[in-house]
C-alpha cells in the first residue's frame, strides 16, 4: 500500500507542480461562480494558497459543487496523468492501493488517523487501471 503522496510518491499529489501551476489550482478555481474568482485562484504563487483561496472564506462557491466535485477531480487528474512521465509513475505503482494519507483531517479526499473515503487515491486507481487498459488495446 502507497499510504501518503509524498517523498517518492509526491507526484500523485495533487499540490505537485505539473506543466500548469497544479491540479489544487484548477479543482479549486473551478468551484468558482465567476471570472474574477476564478482569477484570484489561479494567480495564487503556490497549491497550498490555492486551496486557501478556493476554501470557505474566499471565494463564492458553484451551488452543486458538493454534486459534482468528484467528477471534477477525476477529469483534472485524468489530464495530469496524459503527461507520459506521470503516466509511467503511475503505472510503476503496480497494484499497489494508492491511499491518500494526510494528518490534516482530510477524509473525503484521504485517510486521516486509519478513517476517511480516500476518494483521491480511489480516482488514481481508477485511471491507472483505464491506462493498462489502453496499452493492452481495450477499453475501460
Known amino acids: 500500500m502507497i499510504n501518503e503522496f509524498r517523498g517518492k510518491y ?11 501551476p497544479s491540479n489544487e489550482h484548477y479543482f479549486q478555481a473551478a468551484k468558482a461562480t465567476n471570472d474574477k474568482d476564478r482569477e484570484f485562484v489561479m494567480s495564487a504563487p503556490d497549491a497550498k494558497t490555492a486551496k486557501a483561496r478556493g476554501g470557505k472564506n474566499g ?23 496524459q ?25 473525503f479526499w484521504g485517510v486521516c488517523k486509519g478513517e476517511g473515503e480516500n476518494h483521491l ?14 496499452l493492452k488495446g481495450g477499453r475501460v
Request: charged residues 35%.
Open 10 to 20: 509526491f507526484f500523485l499529489s495533487n499540490f505537485y507542480h505539473v506543466p500548469y
Open 59 to 81: 471565494i463564492k462557491c458553484r451551488p452543486d459543487w458538493n454534486e459534482i466535485r468528484i467528477s471534477v477531480m477525476e477529469d483534472f487528474v485524468r489530464i495530469k496523468f
Open 83 to 107: 503527461d507520459a512521465e506521470l503516466r509511467q509513475q503511475l503505472l510503476d505503482t503496480g497494484d499497489e492501493e494508492l491511499v491518500e494519507g494526510n494528518w490534516w483531517g482530510d477524509i
Open 121 to 134: 487515491g480511489k480516482i488514481l486507481m481508477k485511471i491507472r487501471a483505464e491506462i493498462r487498459a489502453e
